[in-house]
Structures are given as C-alpha cells and as structure tokens.
C-alpha cells in the first residue's frame, strides 16, 4: 500500500492546480461578450449626445427665427426694414422702391401737315419723364413724376403725379392724397410713354383730354378677395374736370366752387379663367369744365365784346364708363376695351345776360357715344403686332360718328427699349367727312415712329 501513495499525493496535487486554474481559463474563453457589452454602452452614450446635439441646435434655430429681420411686402412689391434701437424698440426707415427715368419721342411721318399732332415740325421729343418711389414703414407710401413736355412750339415742366398713400387699419384699404390719374376706365389712367399707339384713344381724348383725365384731390381705395375674384373700389374727389383751357375764361374758375369739384369712382373685378387673366370694371365721373361761348351780336352795332372778357360758361359734364382685359398665355395676346356714354347738364351762363347770350354757346350739348377695342399679339420675346379700332359721336364734327382704325408693329431690342411703327386712318361717316375741309379730307392718314426708353422700374401710385 505504501507505493500508492507518492501516485495519490501527485494526483491531490494536480487536481488542485486545475481548480485554481479554472475561472482564469473560463474567463479567457468569454471576451465576445465583454465586448458586445462594451459596444453597446459607447451606442447608448453616442446617442445621447446625438439628442443632447439636435435639441441644441433647435433651440439655436427657434431664436434664430424670433429675432426682427428684413421683411418683402409682396402686396405692394416694397421693401421695408426694420431696425432694433439700442432701447430695444422697432423704428421704421424710409426707404426708396422705385425709381425710373423715362423719354419718349415720334418722327411723325404722316404725308400730310393736317394729320401731324404737331404741326410745326416731324421730330418730337414729347416727354422726358422722371419718377421716384418711396415708402415709410408698412402703411405710408409715396411717389413723384415730373416730365419735361414738348408740344412742338414750346417746353413746360410739369407734375405728372404727386402723391402720398396711407394705409388704413380698415382691411386694405388706402387713402391716397396729391395729384394723379383719376380712377376711371383704364386708358386714361396710364402714362403716355405706356401707350401702345402715340396718343389716346379718340373718345379718351375728346371728351376726357389728351392726357387722359388727372386731378389734385383725395382717393380712398379699398380691396377684398371674394368668390376666387378680388373686388377693387376706388372713390375719388378733385379740383376739376379735365385740363384747363387758356383760352377759355369763364366768370368763375369751375374749382373755385363746390359745385365745380369733380368725383366719382371705379368698381373692378379681376379673376383667373381658364388660364386666362380677366379684368373688368365700371366706372363714373361728374364734373364742371369750361365751354366757349360766343360775344352777343347786336343788329345795330354788330358784334359787341365779351363784357369783362369772358368768353366761357361752366357746363356740368358727367360721365359712364365700362372697361375689360383679357390675356392668354402669360400676355402673349391680350384683347381690351372702354364704352363712354357722355351726359351734359346745364350751363352756368354769365348771369348778367343769359338771354343774350345763350344763342352763341358754342360747346357740349346732349350725350356722347364713344369707344375702342384694341388687341395685342406677341410674335416672339422681341417683337409684337397690334391694332386698334375707335369711334366716337364727336361733338368736333357736330356730334356726327367719326372713328379710327389702325394698326403697329413693335419691336424692344431690349427690355427697356421700344421702337413701334404705327399707321392710323381716320374713318368717319360720310355726313362727318362732309363737314371737314378738303385739307382734312386728303389728311386721313397718320403714320407714326415712336422710340421709348425706360431706365429702371417705374413707380406707380396704383395697386402693383
């Protein structure tokens, strides 16, 4: 027995070893998940710095966005800015919008000198225009345009448009205080240098005047999106009706009396049909202007003056209007048209002779019927056609119907300049030719080269 046991103490011995060998042997055999635990707790601490990181930047970008910053009106294409004081309060600044030099001139080749607006000579610079835009924070906007006018024989310096637009916590609305164009019809609103011909339609010009129909006074203006359409209403009051004649001296200036002030207004309605942009609108205008009246003829002296001079009276004019535009394609045609209808009221006589004088009123009587219907064609981005049909009763011939039709073809280089040729008969109906002399009679063609330019954006003091 005694030999066993060296061979039991060596196995005791071995036996021991391995047992405190074991969990080092088990812990080298598991590092795959040490590491996968590993792993996972850097995930975890990487997506809470993720998180920690995106709050972070919101907060950044909600205060960001809560700070005064520049703003676009879009609704009156101007600019406004607003500034932070070092007291923290917001204060407005004016700023410039709009600004435009604009020149427009005619080579008027018509073969005859009766058919030429001036007479005097075929070269004419008619306008050197400058305009100026601005706006005072979000409620108060202004313009002015002044033109430098040539009518062939002498120059004058002129305010086109001089006025200032309020904002009204009301809506949209507006009040617009100075000198404008008087809200009535479309032609007679525009500039001359935006006119597609070289001068107003023939009803616009006879009975509203050459330049259309401007005035000093208030406008109160307002808008409302209904039904798909935006509604327009424009009312209006100012010192006369048409540009005074100086030739013509009435007893008393028609805007030197209540009674003379012109008003009235336009309702509009402007809407998206068939991918085609319409406008329409009805208009109204009531007003004195002067009239000529002839000297009292006495059967045994002869002619007798005018006492004190006056050679006019003061007739009450009121006109009715209806205007619409259609366009297609982003412009590329566009079709358009006014109706006038003309009532004339009374007449303020000179008051120390009514019965004298009466026989030898010379100006406005009755109603007027007048309009035109004009189109538009864009060939290609450059170049475009035109034409233009009016009439008119035209008190000028007796109230007799007379008209003219024509047609142009543009062509803009460039965006700022035109160069348009134009050709125009007059087409009156046989009674009214009967009553213009042979000079006139064989001047009924007008043909017509016009070039405008127009340097920046021009200022409008309507809706833009």
């Not at 619409?324 to 008051?351: C, K, N, Q, Y």
């Amino acid at each position: 027995m005694m030999p066993n046991a060296p061979r039991r103490l060596c196995a005791l011995v071995f036996l021991f070893a391995a047992a405190a060998a074991l969990p080092r042997v088990v812990h080298a055999q598991q590092p795959d998940s040490a590491a996968a635990h590993d792993s996972a707790a850097r995930a975890d601490s990487i997506r809470a710095d993720s998180v920690r990181a995106d709050s972070i930047r919101r907060s950044e970008l909600e205060r960001i966005r809560a700070e005064p910053r520049a703003r676009v009106d879009t609704t009156h294409a101007t600019v406004y800015t607003l500034i932070v004081g070092d007291s923290g309060r917001a204060r407005n600044e004016p700023s410039i919008t709009a600004a435009s030099v604009a020149a427009d001139m005619i080579a008027d080749l018509s073969p005859k000198q009766e058919a030429r607006t001036a007479r005097s000579t075929r070269m004419l610079l008619r306008d050197i225009e400058g305009s100026l835009g601005g706006s005072f924070g979000r409620g108060l906007r202004g313009v002015l345009t002044v033109s430098l006018t040539d009518d062939g024989t002498t120059q004058r310096l002129a305010t086109t448009d001089a006025a200032v637009m309020v904002g009204l916590p009301i809506g949209r609305t507006e009040l617009l205080v100075g000198r404008t164009a008087l809200p009535f019809g479309r032609s007679a609103q525009l500039h001359r240098h935006e006119l597609p011909f070289a001068d107003q339609p023939l009803p616009i010009r006879v009975l509203l005047g050459e330049d259309g129909l401007r005035g000093t006074g208030l406008q109160l203006r307002g808008a409302r999106d209904f039904a798909r359409a935006r509604w327009t209403l424009d009312l209006a009051a100012a010192d006369r009706f048409a540009v005074r004649v100086d030739s013509l001296h009435p007893a008393e200036a028609p805007d030197q009396s209540i009674a003379g002030i012109v008003a009235g207004g336009r309702l509009g309605l402007s809407t998206t049909l068939m991918r085609s942009r319409v406008e329409i609108g009805v208009s109204s205008l009531t007003g004195k202007r002067e009239q000529p009246i002839g000297c009292v003829y006495d059967g045994s002296v002869g002619p007798v003056p005018c006492p004190n001079a006056i050679n006019a009276a003061n007739t009450r004019l009121t006109v009715f209007g209806a205007d619409a535009r259609v366009g297609w394609g982003s412009e590329a045609f566009v079709v358009d048209g006014e109706w006038l209808h003309m009532i004339v009221g009374a007449t303020d006589l000179p008051v120390f002779s009514n019965a004298g004088y009466s026989p030898f009123y010379s100006g406005l009587t009755g109603t007027y019927d007048g309009g035109y219907v004009s189109g538009r064609v864009r060939i290609t981005g450059a170049v475009g056609v035109g034409a233009r049909a009016e009439w008119l009763q035209n008190p000028e011939v007796n109230g007799l119907n007379d008209g003219w039709a024509g047609g142009y073809v543009d062509v803009a280089p460039l965006p700022e300049a035109r160069v348009a040729l134009s050709y125009q008969r007059r087409i009156p109906s046989t009674t009214a030719l009967a009553t213009l002399t042979p000079a006139m009679r064989d001047a009924r063609d007008r043909v017509v080269l016009r070039g405008t330019i127009v340097v920046g954006r021009h200022p409008r003091t309507g809706r833009d």
